[in-house]
C-alpha cells in the first residue's frame, strides 16, 4: 500500500496522486534497481484485483477493465518510467541506494535541495497509479507500461517485446512543459571512449595538487542543452591547457561528471607541478575563475575553481596526458544544429558527460542526440574520429529511434479538444530535444497513436529539482478528463 505521506505532502492535492509520489521518494530507483519498487507496486495492484506481468526486461504492465458501458472503447496505455537520475550536491551524504528524497514544499513548489527530486518521471508514475485506483474515473481499458532503466540507456524499452501491448491510443507522461502537447522527440546514441595507459614515476621536485571546478547549475542534458550553460569537464579541460603553457604540468587523474544525461557540474584534476607554484597557481587560478564567471554571466555564476596540496605517486605517461588532454579539448559538445524544419528547437547536440581517467586507463562518455537519426549518426561518427586520430577506442552503443510528428493525429486533435474544453484556452503543440521512449515503443508498435504531456518540473537532472504543485492538479484534471472522452469513442 502507499506509505505515509511526508508532512511536506500533506494537504497537496490531489491527495491520491501525492500519496503515490510519497511512496516513491521513500522507495529507492536508481536505474537498474528498480526490483524492490516494481515488487511493492505489483502487490499493490494485486490487491486491488487488477492483472500485473513483469516482462522479461523487468517493466511492469498492469491492465484494468474498462468502466461499465466503455468495454468497446479503444484501449489506452499510459506509460512512464520507474528510475529517476540520482544527483547530489557535493556536500549531501545522501545514498540513493536506501535513504528516502526529502521533499520541501515552498512558494507552490516541490522541491529537492540537495537530490534529485525524482519528478521526472515520479510524478508521471504516480498520476497513472492514481488513475489505476480511482473507480470514478470512467475509461476504456488500461493498460500501465511501467518501464525500467529509462534513464541509464532506455533498456527497458529497447527489451520491450511486439505484442505485449493491446491498446491503440498511448500516453506518455514524461515531458515537464504544463499546457503543452509533445508529438515528437530526439533520438540517440552513446559513444563510449576508452584508452588504457601507462603510469610514469613523479618528476622529482614536485608538489601535487587537487584542482577543483565546480559550483555549475548542470541540468538535463536534452531538455538544458541550449541554455548555454557550462560544462565542468570542457571548462577543466581549458584551464589545464592553460596552465600546460605556463609550467611542466604532469596529470595523475582527471574526473568529472556523473551521469551520461546529465550536463556536468563538477569536475577534478590532480596534477603535478614544479615546487614552489603554489601562490602562482591559485593567482592562475583566480584568473581563470573570473574569466569563466563573466563568459557565463547570468548563467553560472556561483563557478568556483580551487585547489589544495595533496599527494600521488604516480602520473600519466606524457604521451598519454597528451591524447587526453587535447582529444578533450577538442571534442564537441553541446548544439551543433537547430532544426529547420521546428524553428527554435534543438535538432542535433552532443553532452560531453562523464570522463575518468588515471595513470593506468581513460574513459568518457558522450550522449549525442537528433531529432534526425542521420543528424545522430553523424555527429557519433566525428567523436569516433577525432578519438581515431590517436588509435583510441570509441564505441557507439544504445542507439534509440526519434519520435517522428504526426500532427495530423486524431488522438492529439481530441487531447487538444479536451484541454481547451478544461481550461479555457488551447494547448501548445511542441517537439522535444529530450529523448523519450515512444520512438523505441512507436518501432515496436507502428499503429499506436501516441502524445506526451506533463506538468511543469524544472531542474530535471541536477539537485534542487522541483515541480510546480498546482501543474500537477492540471495533469490529473486533463488525464481523467482525456480518459473519460477516449471511453466514448467507437470501437477501433
Known amino acids: 500500500m502507499p506509505a505515509a505521506i511526508d508532512p511536506d505532502l500533506t494537504g497537496l492535492q490531489p491527495a491520491a496522486v501525492w500519496q503515490h509520489f510519497a511512496t516513491l521518494c521513500r522507495t529507492p530507483r536508481q536505474p537498474k534497481r528498480e526490483g524492490p519498487l516494481r515488487e511493492h ?22 491492465r484494468k477493465a474498462a468502466s461499465r458501458g466503455a468495454e468497446r472503447a479503444p484501449g489506452v496505455i499510459l506509460q512512464a518510467h520507474l528510475d529517476m537520475v540520482c544527483q547530489k550536491t557535493l556536500t549531501s551524504q545522501h545514498d540513493f541506494s536506501r535513504d528516502p528524497i526529502r521533499p520541501l514544499c515552498r512558494d507552490g513548489w516541490l522541491a529537492a535541495d540537495e ?84 603510469a610514469e614515476g613523479l ?14 547549475r548542470g541540468g538535463h542534458s ?35 561528471g556523473s551521469a551520461r544525461n546529465a550536463l556536468p557540474r563538477e569536475a577534478t584534476a590532480t596534477v603535478a607541478l614544479p615546487a614552489g607554484l603554489g601562490t602562482a597557481l591559485a ?35 606524457a604521451a598519454e596526458q597528451a591524447i587526453w588532454l587535447r582529444s578533450l579539448h577538442a571534442a564537441p559538445h553541446g548544439v551543433r544544429r537547430y532544426s529547420l524544419q521546428l524553428p527554435g528547437v534543438v535538432e542535433t547536440s552532443n553532452n560531453l558527460g562523464m570522463v575518468s581517467i588515471t595513470a593506468d586507463e581513460g574513459s568518457c562518455n558522450f550522449m549525442v542526440r537528433s531529432l534526425l537519426d542521420s543528424g545522430s549518426a553523424a555527429l ?50 511542441q517537439v522535444i530535444h529530450a529523448g523519450l521512449e515512444c520512438g523505441l515503443i512507436a518501432a515496436r508498435y507502428p499503429d499506436l497513436d501516441m502524445i506526451s504531456f506533463g506538468p511543469t518540473i524544472r531542474g530535471a537532472h541536477a539537485p534542487g529539482e522541483c515541480v510546480d504543485i498546482a501543474s500537477v492538479g492540471n495533469a490529473w484534471r486533463l488525464l481523467t478528463a482525456i480518459l473519460a472522452a477516449t471511453a466514448a469513442l467507437p470501437q477501433r
Open 222 to 256: 536534452g531538455i538544458d542543452i541550449h541554455a548555454q550553460r557550462g560544462n565542468a569537464i570542457k571548462l577543466l579541460v581549458r584551464v589545464l591547457h592553460d596552465l600546460e603553457q605556463r609550467w611542466p604540468l604532469r596529470l595523475v587523474d582527471f574526473v568529472g
Open 115 to 198: 537530490t534529485t527530486l525524482g519528478a521526472d518521471n515520479g510524478i508521471g508514475v504516480a498520476l497513472i497509479l492514481a488513475a489505476l485506483a480511482d473507480g470514478s474515473v470512467h475509461h476504456g481499458p488500461i493498460e500501465a507500461l511501467l518501464t525500467v532503466d529509462e534513464e541509464d540507456g532506455m533498456g527497458g524499452a529497447h527489451g520491450l517485446a511486439p505484442g505485449l501491448l493491446r491498446g491503440h491510443l498511448l500516453l506518455n507522461l514524461d515531458t515537464e512543459e504544463w499546457g503543452e502537447f509533445f508529438v515528437g522527440c530526439a533520438g540517440g546514441v552513446d559513444v563510449n571512449v576508452h584508452r588504457p595507459a601507462k
Open 41 to 62: 507496486l505489483r502487490q499493490w495492484a494485486s490487491s486491488l484485483g487488477l492483472t500485473t506481468i513483469v516482462d522479461a526486461a523487468g517493466n511492469l504492465l498492469i
Open 283 to 317: 593567482t592562475c587560478l583566480g584568473h581563470w575563475q573570473a574569466r569563466l564567471r563573466q563568459e557565463l554571466s547570468g548563467v553560472d555564476d556561483r563557478l568556483r575553481i580551487d585547489c589544495k596540496a595533496t599527494t600521488a605517486d604516480r602520473t600519466l605517461a
Open 380 to 429: 557519433a561518427e566525428e567523436i569516433v574520429s577525432l578519438f581515431a586520430l590517436s588509435a583510441t577506442i570509441a564505441e557507439q552503443a544504445g542507439h534509440y529511434p526519434g519520435w517522428a510528428p504526426n500532427r495530423e493525429s486524431p488522438l492529439l486533435a481530441l487531447c487538444r479538444a479536451v484541454f481547451a474544453r478544461e481550461f479555457g484556452h488551447e494547448a501548445k503543440v
Open 203 to 216: 618528476p622529482a621536485a614536485c608538489e601535487v595538487w587537487r584542482i577543483e571546478l565546480q559550483g555549475l
